[in-house]
């Protein structure tokens, strides 16, 4: 397919494009700034990597994206550039470069808004964005919206899950400060993280055998995270773990997503 056509009408979400990478659709991929340990399915994502002809990545350190690109184009940090962060309500918030040029103890690099305008420009394709003000005016347009809105959902799409004796519905989300790749070689700020627990009910804590401080295993299909527990006021069997704090990631070490149902046992037990 040539320049300038959308391989998809519609355009395609994460998991789609993975699946397409990863069956051969798409023949190339451009990442920025993604960690694979973030994506719902790292093990798909990173079969998805593996199988696509021609990779391009664009980062700031090394990743598991920059060992398998084909190029990696270094872009600037968001204390380097001017842009917009858009918050939980919906709300644009722009804002404008910390650090200038003339200011920056390494060379200056591109915002990858640029780095993207050139890729285009190479391929004889105008994305009209070379610089903030027109990435603005582009955001500002898509923005409006006047007609109705959609209803809101009145159900779940998938079944509950219904955890039985020593399962419990994973639950998480990631600490502000982690196993990020942005904190690596900052040990004073390292050294400030939470401890990792896993948190479980009263209830569920002792239905499973284990005391809290001790070491409760939380197993999916691909492994198990280990981690102490910490017994918390919360509902029953459901378990509640800092997603980026220890190995690879909760769901590269065991397979699972919050919300699916993993088993959860003292660390000791068979």
């Not at 492994?223 to 590269?252: I, K």
Request: hydrophobic fraction near 45%; charge should be negative.
């Amino acid at each position: 397919m040539g320049p300038g056509r959308a391989a998809h009408p519609v355009g395609r979400d994460t998991g789609q494009i993975i699946e397409a990478a990863a069956s051969g659709e798409l023949a190339a991929l451009v990442v920025g700034g993604v960690e694979v340990a973030d994506l719902p399915d790292p093990a798909r994502a990173r079969a998805a990597l593996d199988a696509v002809g021609f990779l391009v990545s664009l980062e700031q350190r090394p990743s598991e994206v920059t060992e398998r690109a084909d190029v990696v184009l270094p872009v600037a940090a968001v204390a380097e550039k001017s842009g917009a962060f858009l918050n939980w309500e919906g709300r644009m918030r722009p804002f404008e470069a910390a650090i200038k040029p003339d200011q920056a103890t390494t060379r200056h690099r591109l915002p990858d808004a640029r780095v993207l305008t050139m890729l285009a420009d190479a391929l004889d394709v105008s994305l009209g964005l070379s610089d903030v003000r027109q990435a603005r005016a582009e955001l500002d347009r898509l923005a409006a919206w006047s007609g109705t809105w959609a209803t809101a959902p009145t159900g779940t799409s998938v079944p509950l899950p219904r955890p039985e004796s020593g399962q419990a519905v994973l639950a998480g989300h990631r600490l502000l400060l982690d196993l990020g790749r942005l904190q690596e070689g900052d040990d004073a700020l390292t050294a400030t993280r939470h401890a990792a627990v896993a948190r479980l009910s009263a209830a569920t804590a002792a239905e499973a055998g284990v005391s809290d401080g001790q070491r409760v295993r939380v197993t999916g299909p691909a492994g198990a995270v280990t981690l102490p527990l910490a017994v918390t006021p919360m509902p029953d069997r459901v378990v509640w773990l800092p997603l980026n704090s220890v190995g690879g990631g909760v769901a590269s070490d065991t397979g699972v997503r919050p919300g699916q149902i993993v088993a959860i046992s003292s660390e000791g037990a068979e």
